[in-house]
């Protein structure tokens, strides 16, 4: 008898291995070539057009609509040479994925049909905002939301599609996506920084952030794939016993690319070329069907759009390769989960890393400043920070023992940190400055040593990697704006804070390298706390951060409530990133999608204990019966002699059935009880509390199960066949 699970194996197996979209020459020859970017626009429109893109691009200029007409006939004209048939505006809702409504260019006019997109169609749409989530910012009656072109990321052609990256605002203008808060805090941000920047040189005018984001994410082939009703429809397995080998050897890290991988990878490397990603590395991670790629860092807007559009595209090239990408932060139990490292630095207008140290006083005075407000930031909105990656999916991972710790804390390398150290030691800021100007020898030792950054610390998850942080504890799933727009947001309070800081101490008579100083070693030592350089997976450090006051995020819901702190509303209020409505709006919606995504799997794993797990369980159960019973009847009395062993595993496996369908009726019960709670925050803790903790239950008996019954009988994939193809 063959099962679903059979089926598939010998389908999986037969799953050749080719490449789809080989493209002939180097790379560089077809590099960019579905981007509509500045340099090809400047051949599609006027000078005049031109110029005011260049300006939104460059300082967020408003996009007048006397050009908005000339600059979309030179996007569809564009579109129209590549093929295109259609347009969207490509958005990012609060779900973490990206929506797209197409739009054909098609139009018909006495009697003749021809190609339309005007400067409105490109400037603002209007789609049907009442299927996302809102949480409370939009009226049912008032369905509107409108989405619009964000010039700071040019438009692309994908599947013959014109596609235009865009925000998407209510018909009250509160933003119902991640990427107008994101544009507002990295405008914010810029603010700020150049402020302390002007300390150090003048001629700043902007501060951009860049970013580097490298992707974790599983490959499973389709046909297992489908058989598996909890991938499919969660994103993770909910049950399923660990492989008796997966990640112990180590052997798959960095190992040979397998060559059906590989053909998929230079496959979405070749699409993802065409569109101006440049990807620079891959390679296989710890756990078993792993893997790793990473863009060459860039601004920060482009890189997280850049990163949207690598998923799915990742997603489409897959399909042609009969692989599934799983992007879920924690889909097999007891293997690695997978991250995505938010390489984070801060780059002036005159193109210098404010994140690097230098050589000369100056150059080091300015890189502790920013350094010493970055640690600030993050001491002082270390739960907010922890919990703008807190999510049902990454809740999974974080703080397991092979991912960053549920707690916040910043690892600077021994160099940084003795320099750290001396400056909090320091006996008279004033003394030693005006003297023999001791804290800059202190500044001034940092490049002789630094180079060396080879102490990288894998167990934090915020760590400065020589000339950037890495925030590692985002989730592989996740769009990563709503953790920049947060990291950004922080950042651009403290450095606010320390010009303000700066100027009082000026005003005072101090000259102002003392003053710079000072305050550097003040936020240094308010922040100290936040500064860890052991190990985050340590029982150590659990009970020392504690102990130091930080807090960790150990459930999700109740992270949640840290958006209803003065100390966050005010935080993106002043800076005009969130209004409060905005904030409760998102304190709302995360609930809401915590809810419903637990909601998800609690059914599914019910659906397959009882529709899967409990039926093969019994077959196999009367197997035994029937295997007894004729024992019985050859042996009579003697027949316990010889079959002990039947008689125990008939035991375990009728006591796991019992009790899998007793909890799964627990399971269902707390559910219910938790949807009778009207208030969206209790009711998500209910979940997170009740629902979770009885799906761990039914899936230790389910696990169990799965151990016993005869693996022809089992109807699931197991772990080892989707770890191992
Ligand atoms: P690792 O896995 O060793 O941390 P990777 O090479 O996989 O390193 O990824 C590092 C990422 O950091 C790349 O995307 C890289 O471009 C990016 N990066 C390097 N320098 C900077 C910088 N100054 N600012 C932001 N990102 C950077
Ligand atoms: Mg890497």
Request: net charge negative.
């Given at each position: 008898?063959?099962?679903?699970?059979?089926?598939?194996?010998?389908?999986?197996a037969?799953?050749?291995t080719?490449?789809?979209?080989?493209?002939?020459?180097?790379v560089?020859?077809y590099?960019?070539?579905?981007v509509l970017?500045?340099?090809?626009?400047?051949?599609?429109m006027?000078?005049?057009?031109?110029?005011?893109?260049?300006?939104s691009v460059?300082?967020?200029?408003?996009?007048?609509?006397?050009?908005?007409?000339?600059?979309?006939?030179?996007?569809?004209?564009?579109?129209?040479?590549?093929?295109?048939?259609?347009?969207?505006?490509?958005f990012?809702?609060?779900t973490?994925?990206?929506?797209e409504?197409?739009?054909?260019?098609?139009s018909?006019k006495?009697?003749?049909?021809?190609?339309?997109?005007?400067?409105?169609?490109?400037v603002?749409?209007?789609?049907?905002?009442?299927?996302?989530?809102?949480?409370?910012?939009?009226?049912t009656f008032?369905?509107?939301?409108?989405?619009?072109?964000?010039?700071?990321?040019?438009?692309?052609?994908?599947?013959?599609?014109?596609c235009?990256?865009?925000?998407?605002?209510?018909y009250?203008?509160?933003?119902?996506d991640?990427?107008?808060?994101?544009?507002?805090?990295?405008?914010?941000?810029?603010?700020?920084?150049?402020?302390?920047?002007?300390?150090?040189?003048d001629?700043?005018?902007?501060?951009?952030?860049?970013l580097?984001?490298?992707q974790?994410?599983?490959?499973?082939?389709?046909?297992?794939?489908n058989?598996?009703?909890?991938?499919?429809?969660t994103?993770?397995t909910v049950?399923?016993h660990?492989?008796?080998?997966?990640q112990?050897?180590?052997?798959?890290?960095?190992?040979?690319?397998?060559s059906r991988?590989s053909?998929?990878?230079k496959?979405?490397?070749t699409e993802a070329?065409?569109?101006?990603?440049?990807?620079?590395?891959?390679?296989?991670?710890?756990?078993?069907?792993?893997?790793e790629?990473?863009?060459?860092?860039?601004?920060a807007?482009k890189?997280?759009?850049q990163?949207?559009?690598l998923?799915?595209?990742m997603?489409?090239?897959?399909e042609?390769?009969h692989?599934?990408?799983?992007f879920?932060?924690?889909?097999?139990?007891?293997v690695?989960g997978?991250g995505?490292h938010c390489?984070?630095?801060?780059v002036?207008?005159?193109?210098v890393?404010?994140?690097?140290?230098g050589?000369?006083p100056?150059?080091?005075?300015?890189?502790?400043?920013?350094?010493?407000?970055?640690?600030?930031?993050?001491?002082?909105?270390h739960?907010?920070?922890?919990?703008?990656?807190?999510?049902?999916?990454n809740?999974?991972?974080?703080?397991g023992?092979?991912?960053?710790?549920?707690?916040?804390?910043?690892f600077?390398?021994?160099t940084?940190?003795g320099?750290f150290?001396s400056?909090?030691n320091?006996?008279?800021m004033?003394?030693s400055?005006?003297?023999?100007l001791?804290?800059?020898k202190?500044?001034?030792?940092?490049?002789e040593?630094?180079p060396?950054?080879?102490?990288?610390?894998?167990?934090?998850?915020f760590?400065f990697?020589?000339?950037?942080?890495?925030?590692?504890?985002?989730g592989?799933?996740?769009?990563?704006?709503s953790?920049?727009?947060?990291?950004?947001?922080?950042?651009?309070?403290?450095?606010?804070?320390?010009?303000?800081?700066?100027?009082?101490?000026v005003?005072?008579?101090?000259?102002?390298?003392?003053?710079v100083?000072?305050?550097?070693?003040?936020?240094i030592?308010?922040?100290?706390d936040?500064m860890?350089?052991?190990?985050?997976?340590s029982k150590?450090?659990?009970l020392?951060s504690?102990?130091?006051?930080?807090?960790?995020?150990?459930n999700?819901?109740?992270?949640?409530?840290v958006?209803?702190?003065d100390k966050?509303?005010?935080l993106?209020?002043?800076?005009?990133?969130?209004a409060?409505?905005?904030?409760?709006?998102r304190f709302?919606?995360?609930?809401?999608?915590?809810?419903?995504?637990?909601?998800?799997?609690?059914?599914?794993?019910g659906?397959?204990?009882?529709?899967?797990?409990i039926?093969a369980s019994?077959k196999?159960?009367?197997?035994l019966?029937e295997?007894?019973?004729?024992?019985?009847d050859?042996?009579?009395?003697e027949?316990m002699?010889?079959?002990?062993?039947?008689?125990e595993?008939?035991?375990?496996?009728s006591?796991?059935?019992?009790?899998?369908?007793a909890d799964v009726?627990?399971?269902?019960?707390?559910r219910?009880?938790?949807?009778r709670i009207?208030?969206?925050g209790?009711?998500a803790?209910?979940?997170?509390?009740?629902?979770?903790?009885?799906?761990?239950?039914?899936?230790?008996?389910?696990?169990?199960l799965e151990?016993l019954?005869?693996?022809?009988?089992?109807?699931?994939?197991?772990?080892r066949?989707?770890l191992f193809?």
């Amino acid at each position: 008898m063959a099962t679903f699970r059979q089926r598939a194996l010998n389908e999986a197996a037969m799953h050749a291995t080719g490449r789809y979209y080989a493209e002939e020459g180097p790379v560089s020859a077809y590099f960019g070539q579905n981007v509509l970017d500045l340099d090809k626009m400047r051949g599609y429109m006027s000078q005049q057009a031109y110029e005011a893109v260049l300006a939104s691009v460059k300082f967020g200029a408003k996009l007048d609509r006397s050009v908005s007409n000339e600059i979309a006939s030179g996007m569809k004209a564009w579109a129209i040479e590549k093929g295109a048939t259609h347009y969207t505006h490509l958005f990012q809702p609060l779900t973490d994925s990206t929506a797209e409504k197409h739009e054909a260019f098609i139009s018909f006019k006495d009697g003749k049909a021809f190609e339309k997109f005007n400067g409105s169609a490109l400037v603002q749409q209007e789609p049907d905002a009442s299927s996302f989530p809102n949480g409370g910012l939009r009226n049912t009656f008032e369905a509107r939301g409108y989405s619009a072109w964000d010039p700071s990321s040019p438009v692309f052609i994908m599947d013959g599609t014109l596609c235009i990256p865009s925000v998407f605002v209510s018909y009250t203008g509160e933003a119902l996506d991640t990427k107008a808060p994101n544009l507002k805090s990295l405008h914010a941000l810029s603010v700020a920084a150049v402020k302390v920047a002007n300390l150090f040189d003048d001629n700043v005018k902007a501060v951009n952030v860049n970013l580097g984001i490298e992707q974790e994410y599983f490959l499973v082939d389709e046909s297992l794939y489908n058989a598996r009703p909890d991938l499919m429809l969660t994103g993770r397995t909910v049950i399923g016993h660990t492989s008796a080998k997966d990640q112990q050897l180590e052997d798959h890290y960095f190992g040979a690319i397998p060559s059906r991988v590989s053909s998929f990878m230079k496959d979405f490397e070749t699409e993802a070329y065409k569109l101006g990603i440049l990807l620079q590395t891959r390679h296989n991670e710890v756990a078993p069907n792993q893997f790793e790629c990473a863009p060459v860092f860039c601004e920060a807007t482009k890189a997280i759009d850049q990163n949207m559009m690598l998923m799915i595209i990742m997603q489409k090239v897959a399909e042609k390769h009969h692989l599934k990408v799983i992007f879920h932060e924690k889909p097999f139990d007891g293997v690695n989960g997978s991250g995505k490292h938010c390489n984070w630095s801060l780059v002036t207008d005159t193109g210098v890393n404010l994140l690097s140290p230098g050589k000369t006083p100056t150059k080091n005075l300015q890189f502790l400043s920013f350094y010493a407000a970055v640690l600030r930031a993050v001491h002082r909105h270390h739960y907010l920070l922890m919990t703008s990656v807190a999510t049902l999916s990454n809740s999974y991972r974080l703080g397991g023992n092979e991912a960053p710790p549920a707690v916040m804390s910043v690892f600077s390398g021994s160099t940084l940190y003795g320099v750290f150290q001396s400056i909090m030691n320091m006996k008279d800021m004033k003394e030693s400055v005006k003297s023999d100007l001791e804290s800059i020898k202190i500044v001034n030792a940092i490049p002789e040593i630094f180079p060396d950054n080879t102490d990288r610390n894998r167990t934090s998850p915020f760590a400065f990697t020589g000339n950037r942080f890495e925030f590692r504890a985002v989730g592989s799933s996740q769009n990563v704006a709503s953790a920049v727009y947060v990291v950004n947001s922080v950042v651009a309070e403290s450095l606010n804070e320390f010009r303000a800081s700066v100027d009082e101490l000026v005003a005072a008579g101090e000259e102002q390298s003392a003053a710079v100083m000072a305050v550097v070693r003040r936020f240094i030592t308010e922040a100290k706390d936040i500064m860890f350089e052991g190990n985050g997976y340590s029982k150590e450090w659990e009970l020392e951060s504690e102990a130091r006051g930080l807090k960790a995020v150990r459930n999700v819901p109740e992270a949640y409530e840290v958006y209803h702190e003065d100390k966050t509303v005010q935080l993106f209020d002043s800076l005009g990133v969130l209004a409060p409505n905005e904030v409760e709006a998102r304190f709302e919606i995360l609930n809401e999608t915590y809810v419903k995504k637990l909601q998800i799997e609690a059914r599914i794993i019910g659906d397959i204990c009882l529709n899967h797990v409990i039926p093969a369980s019994v077959k196999y159960q009367n197997i035994l019966i029937e295997n007894i019973k004729g024992i019985k009847d050859i042996f009579g009395g003697e027949y316990m002699n010889f079959c002990s062993s039947e008689i125990e595993t008939l035991k375990k496996i009728s006591t796991y059935i019992n009790n899998i369908s007793a909890d799964v009726d627990a399971l269902v019960e707390a559910r219910k009880k938790a949807n009778r709670i009207e208030d969206i925050g209790e009711r998500a803790k209910v979940y997170s509390y009740e629902v979770k903790s009885m799906m761990e239950k039914v899936r230790f008996n389910a696990d169990n199960l799965e151990m016993l019954i005869d693996d022809e009988m089992w109807p699931l994939p197991k772990y080892r066949e989707l770890l191992f193809f």
